[in-house]
């Protein structure tokens, strides 16, 4: 008996794989988005909370891969270079925060695209593998399994390969979301001390 899979895609016409080759692609997109940052929120979690932990103990340090350790140190640099007033500072603080949280933020969006696509493009290829299937009953005069079945085979295999691509995506995306929005909670109360720090 031959594999489902291979026999669906023996089955779709032309339409039919163009959607599974676009829905294939915006698989690996997703999965390498959600490998991609979720190993750089590992890190920078790591080095949040070295340089969390070494701030509140009075030191200053340079911690490679922090958000907050980069922002300091863009701070102190333009207070050493222009005197900068209280509502000054407080602008820059939140200009550099903000390019940081954008910076963790990139591309995450695309995953909720995706998870919103992803099962229209599966109903697009259903909808098209009805039609052709009752456009084969037309073209024949019968509705024998063996006519009606590449259609709906098709109109199958779309959808389920559609709801393959849109739920991982999905919940990658609210699981990165809700991480991204973790280290910007714990960076509002980081840069009210900076702004007294540097007063």
Known sequence: MENIWIASWKHCDWVGKIDLVVLFLLSIYSWAIMIDKFILIKRVRRANEKFVSNFYNGKMLNVPGSPWSRILSRILQEKTRQNLSEENALTLLKKFANEEISYLNNKIDFLLSISAVAPFMGLLGTVWGILMAF??????????????????????????????????????????????????????YILESFYTAIK
């Open 135 to 188: 456009h084969n009953i037309g073209q024949t005069g019968t509705s024998s399994v063996s006519i009606i079945a590449s259609g709906i085979s098709e109109a199958l295999i779309v959808t389920f390969v559609g709801l393959l691509v849109a739920i991982p995506a999905a919940l990658g995306y609210n699981y990165l979301n809700g991480q991204v929005r973790n280290i910007q909670t714990q960076g509002n």
